[in-house]
T-cell receptor
């Protein structure tokens, strides 16, 4: 069935370093890949997304890359700050399914 | 524009009881999805509604049900509660009916259900 694998499950980085989170999806028809950030006790918030017709997208310190051949996509956060500490979820959408499949999340800790 | 709202925010129930959770989408959004979030399990898809019709359902027992009203507000119901139903229940709304290149979902704050 449809599946999204997300790695690593936890990630600790020093403030100012970069963080990379990777997701692999199983359905080759998937065409939309959002990333959500969830702080403790809060709702998931969309931080960036990418559609299958582009290979990379940037928004300030955040970027997402997509490799359709390998069926994986990655979140890159540069110059990390303590407020980047949260759980990050990737997701994949396939046409006609009316749902996202979410990864199991990555707990990012940025150490000051 | 007001965001997605959910009521109640917290619920405590005992095994065997039933519960109804409510979700009001962003104004103009017609698609509402529900997810169960538990530690270590991430977000598990429950169901999606559009124009009062359930278009997809996740792998949950029949005790989990939902509906959508003509104003796009949605409710989900869990009957005969079990301890394992304790979780954060999130709803999310989106504007259009899942266009060919996907559609952004916006989440509500969730309802934290505790089953004793």
């Amino acid at each position: 069935g449809e599946n999204v694998e997300q790695h690593p499950s936890t990630l600790s980085v020093q403030e100012g370093d970069s963080a990379v989170i990777k997701c692999t999806y199983s359905d080759s028809a998937s065409n939309y890949f959002p990333w959500y950030k969830q702080e403790l006790g809060k709702r998931p918030q969309l931080i960036i997304d990418i559609r299958s017709n582009v290979g990379e997208k940037k928004d300030q310190r955040i970027a997402v890359t997509l490799n359709k051949t390998a069926k994986h996509f990655s979140l890159h956060i540069t110059e990390t700050q303590p407020e980047d500490s949260a759980v990050y979820f990737c997701a994949a959408h396939s046409p006609g399914t009316y749902k996202y499949i979410f990864g199991t999340g990555t707990r990012l800790k940025v150490l000051a | 524009k007001a965001g997605v709202t959910q009521t109640p925010r917290y619920l405590i129930k005992t095994r065997g009881q039933q519960v109804t959770l409510s979700c009001s989408p962003i104004s103009g959004h017609r698609s509402v999805s529900w997810y169960q979030q538990t530690p270590g399990q991430g977000l598990q898809f429950l169901f999606e509604y559009f124009s009062e019709t359930q278009r997809n359902k996740g792998n949950f027992p029949g005790r989990f049900s939902g509906r959508q009203f003509s104003n796009s507000r949605s409710e989900m119901n869990v009957s005969t509660l079990e301890l394992g139903d304790s979780a954060l229940y999130l709803c999310a709304s989106s504007l259009v009916a899942w266009g060919p290149l996907g559609d952004t979902q916006y989440f509500g704050p969730g309802t934290r259900l505790t089953v004793l």
